[in-house]
């Protein structure tokens, strides 16, 4: 129900953190909590894939999270 919502909503783009492209909002993997200043300070930065999220956490530290989990947050 609420993806169907976001699906509706065209042209929702983050960009990736890792490349500075941009990748459509609902298919980004987020790291908050890391030590990385975040762009406009939301405390989120975006990945285009979880397995870079992952990496980076990994590296610099932070948690992973869907935009789903994000929102609820």
């Not at 909503?9 to 993997?29: I, K, M, R």
Request: charged share 25%.
């Amino acid at each position: 129900a609420m993806w169907a919502l976001h699906s509706e909503v065209p042209g929702v783009w983050v960009e990736d953190h890792d490349s500075a492209t941009w990748v459509p909002l609902v298919e980004a993997t987020f790291v908050v909590d890391s030590s990385e200043a975040t762009p406009m300070g939301y405390g989120a930065l975006s990945f285009a894939t979880e397995e870079a999220a992952n990496r980076f956490v990994e590296e610099r530290g932070g948690r992973t999270m869907t935009l789903e989990a994000l929102l609820k947050d």
